[in-house]
């Protein structure tokens, strides 16, 4: 059973700065592609960013392209969200998700795996 585990959430003022994580656990994650999805009230999941696991390529959304940074850490298993310069607009709960095709993908449904989310509120 494949896990993901996401933190490091929480508030902060515009213009700060957040990093969360994601803790993948169940199996080898080796070619998996990860990603980081957010959903705010009211609004339909958005993507934010994917990496591929082999090969390291990265893919963002236009909205967060130059703040955030996607990384992971092969050796923990783990995922990170580095977000810079945060606005207001990224108030959302933020999501974790891994393709076990390992697909560059800004698509929801590529995602088999999802983790419970995370809550980022950043005011103004």
């Known amino acids: 059973q494949v896990q993901l585990v996401e933190s490091g959430g929480g508030l902060v003022q515009a213009g700060g700065s957040l990093r969360l994580s994601c803790a993948a656990s169940?199996?080898?994650?080796?070619?998996?592609?990860m990603g980081w999805f957010r959903q705010a009230p009211g609004k339909e999941r958005e993507f934010v960013a994917t990496k591929t696991w082999i090969g390291a390529s990265t893919y963002y959304a236009d909205s967060v392209k130059g703040r955030f940074t996607i990384s992971r850490d092969n050796a923990k298993n783990t995922v990170y969200l580095q977000m810079n310069r945060l606005k207001p607009e990224d108030t959302a709960v933020y999501y974790c998700?891994?393709?076990?095709?390992?697909?560059?993908?800004?698509?929801?449904?590529?995602?088999?795996?999802w983790g419970q989310g995370t809550q980022v509120t950043v005011s103004s």
């Open positions: 169940g199996r080898s994650f080796s070619s998996y592609a």
């Open positions: 998700a891994a393709d076990p095709k390992g697909r560059r993908s800004s698509r929801a449904q590529t995602y088999d795996f």
